[in-house]
Nanobody, 122 residues
Framework: VQLQASGGGLVQAGDSLRLSCAAS????????MAWFRQGPGKEREFVAA???????PYADSVKGRFTISRDNAKNTVYLRMNNLKPEDTAVYYC?????????????????WGQGTQVTVSS
């Protein structure tokens, strides 16, 4: 599986963005998909996931502001980000993992996109 993330940019606090992650290959619907992010000087952290069953766990820091979704017909996972804050500034990565592993840990995800930069100014 190859993943291509897009949709990042420079926005102001309070604005919205939608990230997309397009996957190549078959059986996209069988993967658990996730978004992680890495802010400047920080370790990469979990943001949200969407299981192949439809469940959607979120990090506490984004709960209520971000929404993850997937379109299996388009082999694409999305991250809608509302009310962005400067602390959301990071490179955002999408990842795909085995359907039998429900995880917020990056070690459990096999395939990774290249990342898309999100910068939120105050």
């Amino acid at each position: 599986v190859q993943l291509q993330a897009s949709g990042g940019g420079l926005v102001q606090a309070g604005d919205s963005l939608r990230l997309s992650c397009a996957a190549s290959g078959r059986s996209f619907s069988a993967y658990n998909m996730a978004w992680f992010r890495q802010g400047p000087g920080k370790e990469r952290e979990f943001v949200a996931a969407i299981w192949w069953t439809g469940g959607t766990p979120y990090a506490d820091s984004v709960k209520g502001r971000f929404t993850i979704s997937r379109d299996n017909a388009k082999n694409t996972v999305y991250l809608r980000m509302n009310n962005l804050k400067p602390e959301d500034t990071a490179v955002y990565y999408c990842a795909a993992g085995d359907r039998m592993t429900y995880s917020a840990y990056e070690k459990d995800y096999t395939y990774w996109g290249q990342g898309t930069q999100v910068t939120v100014s105050s």
